[in-house]
């Protein structure tokens, strides 16, 4: 029995810890990790297929070379770096390196290429990144960093210890979002003290174990949320001490939600006045109450005021900064930054949100003669071509770039349109982490060692920005030799002349992962040298939550500190808490210039206000269904998971729709039906449901991928669902797509 090594799952963004068994290079066998201090042993059912991710064929192992007629060529390595570092150098002396767009930079196991990729784009000047938080989650981030001063402040729940845990748009029981989600789940539901209560149009896994199930129609969560606030107003569950001493701006915000017509509010969202009634005294009654939102309300109307609302409820209750409510996390390197609100997008003016330019304004800052327009992209572990909404109008973008650049494991669909392609090593062939360390009192950082040696002909993120970074002319040997010298005596050594050789060279610092990896790096034991970054970001966490980390056993003064989590991330396979707080913590963590929540948003209380005027059933006769395009599934996962075999049932991915939608439309379970948008249109395998309401129906996400047959010949299973939505269509204030709201027609299709 060969033996067992730790890693993480990949496939979502809690990376579970696991254990593998290799055969040869097949990651034959797969348990959870007991000693993974985030997930103690606890996994789903998808990371035991995890190999038809490592080992499927669609592994490029050379770089390629488009040709004139559309082809690609092979080429060798060095070819390649010199050929991608001269085209982005043409087009930064050429355009300026702010007309060079960086798209990904991670998924959800892989963080440390969009570190090393920094030092890429800082020898390039480009100063614009997108990626798929920019089509989810800047709503939210606006609205924290409205609330709490930076976007940054992202707020953890905590459904271990809730008295009541509240579901908008989410189901954990197939998107999880918290760690060991399905165990706390059938936690609460079997607890008569606690209360489980779900928003959703659809009635998801998580639904039937509620205790309350709104099942909103689709896209009126707003009329929902605030008719839950209003009765919380109302009946008098507003924590009036909580709003005096933490916020400001609460007189206009309780204002703005009396003026609610709960039993008008109710009727359009489709969900009774006496439970939303019930739900509401059951959380101003509860001691403890968390919600968690996601893309269910994030990617449909009135995203951003959804997220508002969602935030309301909690706020207006007093239910932050105490046990089994909301509280501000650590962050070992931030997912996001940009702490300036008021940049946008060069052409078309978009809000840049969290330093992200939103996902679905891409085609506007491409499409077009202005001189400001992006000329070339460099795609790290991203699939826009696939992922994001429109992918007729994201084609045509990508076509219309100078210079598109892909490094990624697979060809992918985005792959298909660059100019070269550099193939990555996979996530278990390299030092790999992500930064999705998002608890609260306990955080978690995982550093992953390697499984296997690189699939030959592939590279680490890490070594391909380095030999581009030099290929550009960025770094050199002079540069490097006297701190390669300084590592080879310690830390300490190093320490001293890092800091020098930026003082002397402050150009340096955008470079700094490179320099730490050629450098530092070296020096790491087990070949560790991508995990170089990390020693700067131990040292910055050791600066910023000193005794959150004392608490998690890391004393001394703050460079101490910073080198024994260095050491600890090193060293710990399963991975360290690396912060643990108590709950006044979270109180330090707002940023605003007075420590208090500035409740009041304007722009989304106006929002708010148009709510009132607003038809919750905007239905062209066309297009008479609601289509939500990306629903998750056991059967999906994202989509690094090419190899269709990998799915055990829904092969095809199916749509859904009600029994009584498909008795009148004539369509049979396992029969297929046209799906229509104002985009495209597709053919799906019907799958009659009891889920949804009538006019709703739902397509999974990670489908409609291409895979090579034994034969080497593309083979695309299921509908991919951006064919069928629109840019267009989108929250006016971050951006982000109706993915859950698009209307469509469906069809009988005979035989
Ligand atoms: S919950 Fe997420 S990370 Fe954990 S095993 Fe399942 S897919 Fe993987």
């Avoid at 963080?111 to 030092?119: E, I, Q, T, V």
């Avoid at 360390?437 to 391909?464: K, S």
Wanted: a negative charge; hydrophobic letters at 40%.
């Amino acid at each position: 029995m060969s033996a067992w090594h730790k890693t993480a799952c990949i496939l979502c963004s809690l990376n579970c810890g696991i254990e593998v068994q290799l055969e040869g290079r097949r990651l034959a066998r797969v348990r959870g990790d007991k000693s993974h201090p985030g997930s103690e042993g606890y996994t789903c059912e998808k990371p035991a297929r995890l190999d038809h991710y490592q080992n499927g064929r669609h592994r490029l192992t050379t770089p390629l070379r488009r040709r004139p007629d559309g082809s690609f060529e092979p080429i060798d390595w060095n070819t390649a770096i010199r050929e991608v570092a001269a085209a982005f150098v043409r087009v930064r002396d050429t355009h300026g390196g702010d007309k060079i767009l960086y798209y990904g930079g991670g998924g959800q196991g892989n963080h440390l290429p969009g570190a090393y990729a920094s030092a890429t784009r800082s020898a390039l000047g480009s100063v614009y990144a997108a990626n798929a938080l920019s089509q989810e989650k800047t709503g939210e981030f606006w609205v924290d960093g409205q609330l709490f001063g930076r976007p940054s402040c992202h707020t953890a729940p905590d459904f271990e210890h809730a008295e009541v845990a509240v579901f908008v748009g989410k189901n954990p029981w197939q998107s999880h979002g918290f760690a060991r989600a399905r165990a706390v789940l059938r936690e609460i539901a079997k607890d008569p003290k606690r209360t489980l209560v779900v928003i959703d149009p659809r009635r998801t896994e998580t639904a039937d174990l509620a205790d309350f199930h709104l099942q909103v129609r689709p896209g009126t969560d707003a009329f929902a949320l605030a008719a839950l606030l209003a009765v919380l107003i109302e009946e008098d569950f507003v924590d009036p001490a909580f709003l005096r001493d933490h916020t400001n701006g609460a007189d206009d915000v309780l204002a703005a939600l009396r003026d609610v017509d709960v039993a008008v509010y109710c009727e359009r969202a489709g969900v009774e006045e006496s439970v939303v009634r019930e739900v509401a005294r059951r959380i101003g009654r509860a001691t403890s109450v968390s919600l968690l939102e996601d893309l269910g309300i994030q990617q449909s109307r009135h995203s951003t005021l959804n997220s508002y609302l969602e935030k309301l409820v909690c706020l207006i209750t007093g239910n932050f900064g105490k046990q089994g409510t909301s509280n501000l996390h650590t962050q070992m390197g931030k997912l996001f930054g940009g702490s300036r609100s008021d940049r946008r997008t060069p052409v078309g003016g978009h809000r840049i949100i969290g330093g992200l330019v939103p996902c679905n304004g891409i085609p506007d800052e491409i499409l077009t003669d202005d001189p400001k327009r992006f000329r070339a992209l460099l795609v790290e572990s991203g699939n826009p071509a696939h992922s994001l909404a429109d992918s007729q109008r994201m084609r045509q973008a990508l076509e219309a770039l100078e210079l598109v650049v892909v490094i990624d494991v697979a060809f992918t669909e985005t792959a298909r349109l660059a100019d070269y392609v550099l193939p990555a090593s996979s996530q278990f062939e390299k030092w790999e982490a992500t930064f999705f360390n998002l608890e609260f009192p306990r955080n978690v950082f995982h550093l992953r060692a390697p499984l296997l040696d690189p699939l030959p002909g592939t590279l680490p993120e890490a070594e391909i920005h380095a030999r581009l970074v030099r290929a550009m002319g960025a770094l050199g040997d002079e540069d490097l030799a006297p701190l390669r010298d300084a590592a080879t005596q310690g830390r300490a050594a190093f320490a001293g002349a890092f800091l020098q050789a930026l003082a002397a060279k402050p150009q340096l610092a955008g470079l700094a992962p490179v320099v730490l990896y050629e450098t530092l790096g070296k020096t790491l034991p087990d070949g560790a040298a991508a995990a170089a970054v990390m020693w700067g970001l131990a040292h910055n966490c050791a600066r910023a939550y000193p005794e959150s980390l004392r608490r998690a056993g890391f004393g001394g003064a703050s460079i101490a500190q910073g080198e024994a989590l260095f050491d600890a991330i090193l060293e710990r396979r399963s991975g360290v808490v690396f912060s643990i707080d108590d709950y006044d913590e979270t109180w330090k963590r707002i940023e605003t210039s007075d420590g208090r929540i500035r409740l009041a948003i304007p722009e989304l209380l106006g929002e708010l206000q148009t709510l009132r005027d607003e038809d919750a059933v905007q239905r062209d006769p066309a297009f008479p269904f609601v289509l939500a395009a990306g629903e998750r599934r056991t059967s999906t996962a994202n989509t690094i998971f090419r190899d269709p075999a990998w799915r055990k049932k829904d092969a095809d991915g199916a749509l859904r729709i009600s029994r009584d939608d498909a008795a009148e439309l004539g369509i049979a379970d396992g029969g297929r039906a046209r799906v229509t948008t104002k985009r495209g249109s597709v053919i799906a395998v019907v799958e009659v449901t009891d889920t949804l309401r009538r006019g709703h129906v739902t397509l999974p996400n990670g489908l409609g991928l291409a895979y090579p047959d034994e034969s080497g010949a593309d083979v695309v299973r299921g509908v991919a669902p951006n064919e069928l939505t629109a840019s267009e269509d989108r929250d006016w204030l971050a951006g982000t797509p109706w993915h859950k709201y698009v209307a469509a027609r469906v069809e009988a299709i005979a035989g």
